[in-house]
Structure formats: C-alpha cells, structure tokens
C-alpha cells in the first residue's frame, strides 16, 4: 500500500491539474477553477491508502468527475 504522502502529490500535482482542465472545456462558462477541483477532489481522497501512484491518479481523477458532479448538480438546484 502506498500512504499519500506530499511527495507523491507535488509529483503528480500539475498533472492533475491539467485533467482536471480538460475535464472542465466546454462551451458553458465555469465558475471552478482547476486547482479548486484538484484541491476538493485531494480533501476527497486524502484519508485513503493506494495500491500504487497509478491508483492514487486513478482515484483522484474521479474523485475530481465527481467534483465537478456535485458542482453542476448544486448550480442546478439554485
């Protein structure tokens, strides 16, 4: 098991960032930034253990669909 440690989050914080932006282009306007939806999705997973740095990525990635999720349900319900 692999604990997340800082280390492992500086490695691979930019490309999560960068996820996190593609999974945000579209047309609609956005009222996240990425590094918001990298931030949340962190606090989502960060209480968690991980096969690998591959599964941390893989968690995180979907821990920020999930994000982004929640957002557009919360703005639909306003």
Same mark, same amino acid.
């Not at 282009?25 to 918001?36: G, I, K, N, V, Y």
């Not at 968690?48 to 639909?76: I, N, W």
């Given at each position: 098991m692999?604990? @997340?440690s800082? #280390?492992?989050v500086?490695?691979?914080?930019?490309?999560?960032r #960068? +996820? /996190?932006?593609? *999974?945000m /282009?579209? +047309?609609?306007p956005q009222?996240l930034?990425?590094?918001e @939806?990298?931030? #949340? !999705?962190w /606090?989502?997973v960060? !209480?968690k253990d &991980?096969?690998?740095?591959?599964h &941390?990525? $893989? @968690? !995180?990635?979907?821990a920020? @669909?999930?994000v *982004? $999720? +929640?957002? $557009?349900r $919360?703005?639909?319900? !306003?």
């Amino acid at each position: 098991m692999v604990n @997340v440690s800082d #280390e492992l989050v500086q490695r691979v914080y930019q490309q999560l960032r #960068e +996820d /996190a932006r593609r *999974l945000m /282009a579209s +047309d609609s306007p956005q009222t996240l930034r990425p590094t918001e @939806v990298v931030h #949340e !999705a962190w /606090a989502r997973v960060q !209480a968690k253990d &991980f096969q690998s740095e591959k599964h &941390f990525k $893989a @968690v !995180a990635s979907l821990a920020m @669909v999930h994000v *982004l $999720a +929640d957002h $557009a349900r $919360a703005k639909g319900a !306003a």
